[in-house]
């Protein structure tokens, strides 16, 4: 695999509702920041997540937990949650981090209890990546959680492991979500 995202993919994550949540730093604190830009990724709105199937959460760590975007995000969906509109959902979650021991599993272990809460089924990719979790000759992120990329200052490309563990998370997840609705549907 490339460890740049082809057109291909890119073009699926599009299709299929890839969404950012609404950003709450200034254009001057970001600026000052380094953020790259944004791109064309149109803003998702809470009531999204009730119409889809399952939702997978990617985000970045900010000091060992979810970024505040991502945080007040899911603190805008208190309607979801007192109707229970997302209660038997399944989710599941990616990160990336700055650093190896940027807190890729207490990001994780952190970001469940929002799923938790809203009733939402986590999907956990676990060991089904198989051996290539292991391998300690390459640097690589991710865990059992989710598929993860190690950052760095953000000039760092995901690996070839790192995609590859994103791709079969992504297989993964839309397998059980298919069973699940399958499943609810009967």
Do not use: C
Request: aromatic content about 10%.
């Amino acid at each position: 695999m490339n460890a740049k995202i082809s057109p291909k993919i890119a073009s699926f994550v599009w299709r299929n509702r890839g969404r950012k949540v609404p950003e709450t730093l200034s254009d001057e604190v970001l600026g000052k920041m380094g953020a790259p830009p944004k791109g064309d990724v149109p803003e998702i709105t809470p009531q999204e997540l009730a119409e889809a199937d399952g939702v997978l959460f990617g985000f970045p760590t900010r000091f060992g937990m979810m970024a505040a975007q991502m945080k007040a995000f899911f603190d805008a969906t208190g309607g979801l949650w007192r109707e229970q509109s997302l209660a038997g959902k399944p989710a599941g979650i990616f990160f990336s981090t700055g650093t190896q021991g940027g807190g890729q599993e207490t990001t994780a272990l952190t970001a469940v209890t929002q799923l938790t809460h809203h009733g939402m089924v986590f999907v956990p990719v676990g060991y089904t990546f198989g051996a290539k979790l292991f391998d300690m000759e390459k640097v690589h992120g991710g865990s059992p959680y989710g598929a993860g990329t190690f950052a760095g200052d953000g000039s760092r490309l995901p690996s070839e492991v790192e995609l590859e563990h994103a791709f079969h998370q992504g297989k993964y997840f839309a397998g059980i979500a298919k069973k699940l609705k399958t499943t609810s549907s009967a």
